[in-house]
C-alpha cells in the first residue's frame, strides 16, 4: 500500500502524483492542512523532520522530498523508462533535479510563494531574475529537442514541469517562451496525466 502526503496546492506535492499517475499506481491520498499548521505537529514531524511535504510511505518506507520520491518510484516501478541507469543519461537526468532545487526554486516557485501564498520572506526582484535566467535557459534547451534529456519523456520532465507550468500563478507570463509552451503541452498529452489548480488537463486531441 502507497500513501502520499501532501496538499492539493503544493507543486511539490503534485510532482509525486503525477508520476503515481503516469505510471498508474495505486494510491491513498493523505492531505496534509498545511494552513492549520498540521505539517509541524509531532504525527508528522515523526515521518518528515523538516516538516515539509510531499512524503511517500510504501509499506514500511517513508521517503521525504519530491525529487527523492520520484527517483524511488522511477526505479522501484518504472524499469529505466523514466530514470535511465547508464552513467551519462542519469547523469544529465541528475541534473534538472538538482536545478529543481536551485534556479527553479529560488524563480517561478518563489515568486509563487510571493503572489498566491503572500511569503513575505521572498526577495521579488530577485525571483523575477531567477526566472527569467532559467525560462530562458529552458527555452534554448528545448530549441531542438521534444523532452528534457534522453529523447522521452523522464523524471527531469516531471521534476521540472510543475513550476514552470505554475509560473503564471507567480505572475511571469511564459508568452515569450514558445518551446516550454509546446512543452507543456507535449506534458499534458501523456497517458494518464494528471492536472492540479492552475495546471488544467489538456483537451483530448483527434
Ligand atoms: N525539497 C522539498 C521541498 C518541499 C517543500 O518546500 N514543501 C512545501 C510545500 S510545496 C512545504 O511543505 N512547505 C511548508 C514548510 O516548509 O513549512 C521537496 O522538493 O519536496
Not at 139 to 152: I, K, M, P, Q, V
Request: hydrophobic share 45%.
Amino acid at each position: 500500500m502507497i500513501r502520499l502526503y501532501g496538499h492539493e496546492l503544493s507543486g511539490n506535492s503534485y510532482k509525486a502524483r503525477l508520476l503515481l499517475s503516469l505510471l498508474e499506481l495505486d494510491y491513498e491520498w493523505m492531505k496534509v492542512d498545511l494552513l492549520a499548521g498540521a505539517h509541524k505537529k509531532p504525527e508528522f514531524l515523526a515521518l518528515n523532520p523538516f516538516g515539509q511535504v510531499p512524503v511517500l510511505v510504501d509499506e514500511d518506507t517513508a521517503i521525504a522530498d519530491a525529487q527523492a520520491i520520484l527517483v524511488y518510484l522511477a526505479r522501484q516501478y518504472g524499469g529505466e523508462e523514466w530514470l535511465p541507469i547508464a552513467a551519462e543519461p542519469l547523469s544529465r537526468v541528475v541534473r534538472w533535479l538538482s536545478i529543481t532545487a536551485g534556479e527553479i526554486r529560488q524563480g517561478p516557485e518563489s515568486a509563487r510563494l510571493y503572489h498566491l501564498f503572500k511569503a513575505t520572506n521572498i526577495n521579488l526582484e530577485r525571483a523575477i531574475q531567477r526566472s527569467e535566467f532559467i525560462l530562458t535557459q529552458i527555452n534554448n534547451h528545448l530549441a531542438d529537442r521534444e523532452w528534457l534529456e534522453c529523447g522521452r519523456s523522464t523524471i527531469a520532465d516531471i521534476a521540472t514541469f510543475p513550476y514552470i507550468a505554475l509560473a503564471p500563478d507567480g505572475e511571469i507570463s511564459l508568452d515569450s517562451y514558445p518551446n516550454i509552451l509546446a512543452w507543456i503541452e507535449r506534458i499534458k498529452q501523456l497517458p494518464s496525466f494528471t492536472g492540479m489548480p492552475g495546471i488544467e488537463t489538456a483537451a483530448a486531441v483527434g
